[in-house]
């Protein structure tokens, strides 16, 4: 067992973790952060993703020992300090972005990365990022619309109907 | 009362708030003090004898608790089918035995032959890897045609043959060729409805648990129907009696069928935790979830129809062999037969219809319900054939289509079901508004300076919804009940909770729920909540499956409810000094008709339980009713579909450039989240025509087991969706006159699909009448280059 130090959500944890230990099992398991989702055991489906050092990163394909001293963001840490839902989650809300809600951790830690890095994303775009997280309940439309509306764009072409 | 959560209102989600911030309870998420963790051994070959089990070594690694195999599960019961087909001579199928663990034969990659408890997941999976068995290869059972050959392997020893039955329905042998004989025009087609993993994104977990104090086991599960499970389980595998067993599915991640059935790993759970006196734990992995969850559709049909002169249908038969894999799962007798074979009428008034279903066993994985569930396959069918016959007698597929339209309701057809109501002009007008279908030819000529060919398909659909009722379906086979519950509880300072028999898992149950109970009342809709997925607080109920939930679960609580109401106006008849008769409720006030006095909803049960000045005499106090809602009919959503593609000659490539879903689901109460389902059920619709299948080779090996090998739909693969539910034609038989949103999309899309590519290809030159799905590019070129 190795002894891992890390800040996830601006808090310092450390925990003692097998040299197999996925960054996934060390945040549900060892962190009792069960808001990241595990769908899948070949690091396609992309419920599992968080930031490690402002980056998103599917935390399956990462050994804990990896992230030692590393910046984690989990959905757990995405809310307003007041506690109310972030841009991008209340975006998620009003345009009906999730069903079951278990890839959306995934979906909306991918979408604040992507918004990061491209403040003014189009479908196109969004729809390639998103490549990586699988939504198997909203046959993304709704999705997309929300990241749209995350970045103050118009939905009025993605509303088709 | 505020419109904007009332019926018929967008209201916005509120189960969405947990979900968005990673507070979510599902059932991965539930560890309990002191737990184990189970790891199943599975067979990696599709069928053969265990020969030798050694489990001594596994025993003695670190952490192992127990090592369990068949032999310790001898006198217990094993996974039970609730569904028993006959065929038309009364002959009930052939119904194997389903072991919890493997005895003595594995039937499918991924039967499970022991189970590993550990004190941890990793020492449960190491020490699995170090039990030594032999297994005696037997020859795999993988094609259906193969299966039912009279030497073919048995993949149960027990069984006559590999035939699980032979079913006939519909209209009789005279009937229907009389109308091919005096047929104009037979139009013919063989097609496949592949095999298909649902996948939702939660894979399977189980946690049993056990109290020492009460002698009570409760499993915790992903599940659609936490009160069938623990029917089926308690009374059929394990031998505990309900008061002693309780089922909690919290939140689930996805279901679209599979998670409807009783699996061998929640028995397991359940009964290892008795027998360790401890919790254990099972958390399938994806990899483990392709070949234990129940797949979807696997039909190999011929279809046949008939047309007079004039072009109207005369006569449909059909011949299909469906997979049932390697045992019966839960409903998967019924899928191929009363939600396959009652559909083929489709929205036409076709006179004369007769369904063939062989039912086989081979030696895969177990095949059931799948989003839509045999209605998808009927749909498919028959679409693609009226498009076959349309092309071969010249007609524009719409018109065909148009002129065979049932137009008189009810509608009686030849194949057991009574429609009560449907416009499908006025799908089909819609359908037309949305998609442009004269600008077509401009399009299709921009297509072609890119090289591209364009097609536009079209279809229509009908499903049957909200199976029931009950006394039929038990006639039919099934051998459970298919009313739904509902408790509604009101508190003393009026706020309310309903107990509901239904399982929401991505459906918005409690957003949706309580807006009906708003309307009601006429009180917020934040002052209902709506309770789910628990066997100990909510009453007997069938779950959630088959787009039943509002129509049937929906329809119970709005019984409960009118007794709520009917009693609370005996309450403030009696503190206005009126007569009962006189009372109106309206915005949550009760009025006397005709004065300016009234009492509202607060005060009123608020009586109910301080019942200082209260009709004591004529009513209990107290302010709490249940209802079990059994229908009197299935619900018919029906609609009209289309889709444009753009094919790529070179590669084989389709591109999805529109889809347009015009759909009558009756009255609708959360527009918002009726649009939600249909673009999923587009997605796994399209999903099918374009990307997915679930392959196994001449061995049994299933080759498409991972995300790796099993497309499923990403968000480039897919468009936006232009979906309209205007059309209503409000059902006549439920109290809230809706019929159901889950699975139209799913069941509506694959036709127009492939009718759009077969479209585009023929436009191109390319003497193309059908591919099998999934129309991936490999297959649409050599289709175009023969």
Redesign the interface.
Same mark, same amino acid.
């Given at each position: 067992m190795t002894k891992v130090t890390m800040t996830v959500n601006g808090k310092s944890v450390s925990g003692a973790v097998e040299g197999r230990t996925l960054l996934s099992d060390f945040i549900r398991e060892g962190l009792r952060l069960t808001g990241t989702h595990v769908g899948c055991d070949t690091s396609q489906c992309g419920a599992c993703v968080v930031h490690v050092d402002g980056k998103a990163v599917k935390s399956c394909t990462m050994l804990a020992a990896e992230a030692e001293g590393a910046e984690i963001k989990t959905i757990e840490g995405m809310a307003n300090p007041d506690g109310s839902l972030s841009v991008i989650q209340q975006a998620f809300q009003d345009h009906h972005g999730l069903q079951c809600g278990f890839c959306t951790p995934g979906m909306v830690m991918s979408a604040a990365a992507l918004l990061a890095e491209n403040p003014s994303p189009t479908e196109s775009e969004i729809r390639k990022y998103l490549e990586g997280n699988i939504c198997r309940c909203t046959g993304y439309h709704n999705i997309i619309k929300a990241i749209m509306a995350a970045s103050g764009q118009s939905v009025a072409d993605v509303a088709a109907e | 009362m505020p419109k904007d959560h009332g019926i018929g209102a967008s209201t916005?989600?509120r189960?969405?708030?947990?979900?968005?911030?990673?507070?979510?309870n @599902?059932t991965?998420?539930i560890?309990l003090a002191g737990q184990a963790y189970v790891h199943f051994l599975r067979s990696d070959v599709a069928h053969g004898r265990i020969k030798r089990l050694d489990t001594s070594v596994a025993a003695d690694m670190p952490g192992v608790v127990q090592i369990f195999n068949g032999a310790d599960f001898e006198g217990v019961g094993g996974i039970p089918c609730g569904w028993q087909v006959t065929d038309r001579h009364g002959n009930p199928m052939q119904e194997p035995a389903h072991p919890v663990l493997a005895q003595g034969k594995v039937r499918h990659v991924g039967d499970a032959i022991a189970a590993v408890v550990a004190e941890s997941a990793?020492q449960a999976r190491n020490a699995a890897e170090a039990i030594e068995l032999e297994i005696e290869d037997l020859p795999a059972v993988v094609d259906m045609a193969a299966a039912l050959a009279d030497d073919a392997p048995k993949v149960h020893d027990d069984l006559d043959s590999n035939l699980c039955y032979d079913w006939t329905f519909g209209s009789d042998d005279d009937a229907i060729k009389a109308a091919f004989d005096a047929a104009d025009h037979v139009t013919t087609l063989d097609l496949v409805n592949q095999r298909l993993v649902a996948?939702?994104?939660?894979?399977r977990v189980a946690v049993g648990d056990f109290n020492r104090a009460s002698g009570e086991s409760t499993l915790y599960t992903t599940s659609q129907n936490p009160h069938v499970i623990r029917l089926l389980m308690g009374a059929f595998v394990l031998g505990i009696p309900e008061h002693k067993l309780r089922v909690i599915a919290p939140?689930?991640?996805?279901g679209?069928g599979s998670k409807i059935f009783h699996y061998a790993e929640e028995a397991f759970c359940t009964f290892a935790a008795k027998a360790l006196k401890r919790p254990v734990k099972w958390t399938a992995?994806?990899?483990e979830a392709f070949v234990t969850d129940a797949h979807g559709r696997d039909h190999v049909t011929t279809i046949e129809l008939a047309l007079d002169a004039d072009n109207n249908f005369t006569g449909l038969r059909t011949r299909t062999m469906a997979n049932m894999g390697a045992y019966l799962s839960t409903f998967a007798p019924s899928v191929p037969t009363y939600l396959h074979g009652t559909l083929m009428a489709g929205n036409y008034k076709t006179p004369a219809i007769q369904v063939n279903v062989k039912a086989v066993f081979t030696t895969t994985v177990p095949v059931d319900a799948y989003r839509g569930a045999g209605r998808p396959e009927a749909t498919y069918q028959l679409e693609r054939v009226i498009d076959k016959a349309a092309r071969e007698r010249g007609l524009d597929p719409v018109a065909l289509r148009r002129q065979n339209f049932i137009s008189e309701f009810p509608y009686e057809t030849p194949v057991a079901v009574a429609y009560d109501t449907g416009d499908y002009t006025a799908t089909m007008d819609k359908l037309l508004e949305m998609v442009d279908r004269d600008g077509f030819e401009a399009r299709a000529a921009e297509s072609a300076k890119a090289g591209k060919l364009r097609g536009f398909g079209v279809n229509c659909y009908i499903e049957a919804c909200g199976i029931a009722p009950s006394a039929l379906v038990g006639q039919l086979g099934a051998r459970a009940g298919l009313y739904e519950s509902a408790t509604v509880r009101v508190n003393a300072t009026g706020g309310l909770v309903v107990m509901t028999g239904s399982h929401s898992?991505?459906?918005?149950h409690e957003t949706a729920f309580p807006q009906v109970i708003a309307e009601m009342i006429g009180i917020d809709a934040d002052m209902v909540e709506i309770v789910h997925g628990d066997t100990a607080n909510t009453p007997m109920g069938m779950g959630t499956y088959g787009s039943r939930s509002l129509a049937v679960g929906g329809s119970a609580m709005v019984r409960a409810t009118e007794k709520i109401i009917a009693k609370a106006k005996k309450i403030a008849a009696h503190l206005l000094e009126a007569s009962e008769g006189d009372i109106d409720l309206k915005d949550g006030q009760f009025s006397v008709a005709g004065t300016d006095k009234s009492v509202a909803w607060g005060d009123v049960t608020l009586a109910a339980y301080v019942p200082h000045n209260y009709p004591i005499e004529e009513i209990e106090p107290g302010l709490e009713e249940t209802a079990f809602y059994d229908p009197s009919n299935f619900t018919y959503p029906a609609g009209a579909y289309a889709c444009e593609v753009e094919v790529d000659p070179e590669t084989g490539r389709v591109e999805i450039c529109s889809f347009a879903a015009a759909d009558d689901f009756g009255n609708v109460v959360n527009p918002?989240?009726v649009?939600?389902q249909v673009?999923?059920?587009?997605?796994?619709g399209i999903g099918q025509a374009l990307l997915e299948g679930a392959v196994y080779d001449a061995d049994g090996q299933l080759l498409s087991a991972? @995300?790796?090998d099993y497309a499923?739909?990403?968000?480039?693969d897919?468009p936006?969706?232009?979906?309209?539910h205007s059309c209503q034609t409000p059902c006549t038989h439920n109290p809230l006159g809706v019929k159901g949103c889950g699975e139209a999309?799913a069941i509506g899309s694959p036709p127009s699909v492939v009718n759009a590519v077969v479209d585009a290809l023929q436009r191109g030159g390319h003497d193309v009448t059908h591919i099998d799905m999934p129309l991936s590019p490999g297959r649409v070129w050599q289709a175009i280059n023969g």
């Open positions: - | 916005k989600r189960e969405d708030v947990r979900f968005l911030t990673g507070t979510g @599902y991965d998420d560890n990793a996948n939702p994104m939660e894979p939140d689930v991640g996805g679209f992995s994806r990899s898992h991505g459906q918005g918002m989240i649009d939600g673009h999923g059920g587009l997605a796994q991972s @995300y790796m499923m739909p990403r968000a480039d897919l936006n969706f232009q979906v309209d999309g």
